[in-house]
C-alpha cells in the first residue's frame, strides 16, 4: 500500500519532526527533500491520469506547478 502522506519540505530537521508526528498519529508516511522525487514516487505508485484527461500531461503538470509552488497560484496553472 502506497504512503497515505507525503512530507516535502527542504530543511531535515523539520521534514523528520513532521514524518515523526504523522506516524505517531498512525499514519503511514515518508519524506522527501525534493517536490520532484515526490512526484515521482506519486507516478510510480498511481500511474495513469486523471479521469477525465485523455492524457496524463496536464494533470502532471498541474500536480508538479502545485508540489513546487506548495499550492501557492494554483488557479494559475488550471
Known sequence: MPAAVLVVHDERNTRELAVAALRDAFLEVV?????????DAIRSQFPRPCPGH??????????????????????AWN
Open 54 to 75: 485523455a492524457s496524463g500531461v496536464r494533470s502532471w503538470q498541474t500536480e508538479r506547478c502545485r508540489a513546487v509552488t506548495h499550492g501557492a497560484n494554483e488557479a
Open 31 to 39: 519524506g522527501f527533500d525534493d517536490p520532484l522525487k515526490a512526484l
